[in-house]
Nanobody, 122 residues
Framework: QVQLVESGGGLVQAGGSLRLSCAAS????????MGWYRQAPGKQRELVAH???????NYTDSVKGRFTISRDNAKNTMYLQMNSLKPVDTAVYYC????????????????WGQGTQVTVSS
C-alpha cells in the first residue's frame, strides 16, 4: 500500500513562514506529478502549487512570489515553503501525488494525504 503523510502545519502570525512536508511511503515504483491543495472552511478545495517529476512548477496566482514548491525524488518527499503568510491562507493543506506502484507499472494512481491545518492570525 502507499501512504502520503503531511507535516509542518500550525499557527503563525501574518507575515510569518511555515514549511510543509509530504512524505510518500510504501510500494512505490515512481512518483510522477505532485501537488498541494488547500481547503478553507466553506470553500472548495483549490490547487495551490504543482510540480512535475522533472521539477517544473506552477502556482495559483494568489501565492505566486510567496510560496515555493519543491521535491526530493530520492526521499519521495515534497515540500511547500510558505512565506509572507496572510490570514486568507488559512486552510487545511493536502498533498497529492500520481504514483506508479511496484508490480503495476502500466498504471498510475492518485493518492492523497490526510491534510495538515495551517492557521494564520492577523
Amino acid at each position: 500500500q502507499v501512504q502520503l503523510v503531511e507535516s509542518g502545519g500550525g499557527l503563525v502570525q501574518a507575515g510569518g513562514s511555515l514549511r510543509l512536508s509530504c512524505a510518500a511511503s510504501g510500494s512505490i515504483f515512481i512518483i510522477n506529478a505532485m501537488g498541494w491543495y488547500r481547503q478553507a472552511p466553506g470553500k472548495q478545495r483549490e490547487l495551490v502549487a504543482h510540480i512535475t517529476r522533472g521539477g517544473s512548477t506552477n502556482y495559483t496566482d494568489s501565492v505566486k512570489g510567496r510560496f515555493t514548491i519543491s521535491r526530493d525524488n530520492a526521499k519521495n518527499t515534497m515540500y511547500l515553503q510558505m512565506n509572507s503568510l496572510k490570514p486568507v491562507d488559512t486552510a487545511v493543506y493536502y498533498c497529492t501525488a500520481m504514483i506508479i506502484r511496484v508490480g503495476d507499472a502500466l498504471n498510475e494512481y492518485p493518492y492523497w494525504g490526510q491534510g495538515t491545518q495551517v492557521t494564520v492570525s492577523s
